[in-house]
């Protein structure tokens, strides 16, 4: 088990849920990909609204646009794997917004859920 403690670095991609990655879902692609390269773990959340760099608007409430709805990637990463981060992002991600900041982790341990089940 990877050992995750005291100052990190939270990442925070986002992107649309329209985006791609050889035909798939850019976001369940780029979570794969840190997974397999043995990341600390990734977490994906989608919005209900938001406009980026376009001002075009992505809500719900408008059928048409709800094909692309905010999507945000966080990963909480010991600072000296986040310049490889990086760069699987420069490759994987053509536009978007990312950002760093500095966090202090409190708590990183695996759970118990399904563990025991057989």
Not at 79 to 98: F, K, N, T, W, Y
Not at 106 to 113: L, M, N
Request: proline residues 3%; without cysteine; charged residues 30%.
């Amino acid at each position: 088990m990877r050992v995750l403690d005291g100052e990190a670095t939270l990442v925070r991609v986002f992107i649309g849920e329209g985006d791609r990655w050889h035909h798939r879902s850019l976001a369940l692609a780029l979570i794969e990909r840190l997974r397999k390269e043995g990341y600390s773990g990734a977490t994906v959340l989608h919005g209900v609204a938001g406009f980026g760099a376009r001002s075009v608007l992505h809500t719900t409430q408008i059928l048409r646009l709800s094909e692309d709805l905010p999507v945000v990637i966080e990963v909480v990463e010991a600072h000296e794997r986040v310049e490889p981060l990086l760069a699987i992002l420069d490759e994987m991600v053509p536009e978007g917004l990312v950002t760093l900041e500095k966090v202090r982790v409190v708590k990183y341990s695996p759970g118990t859920r399904g563990l025991d089940k057989e």
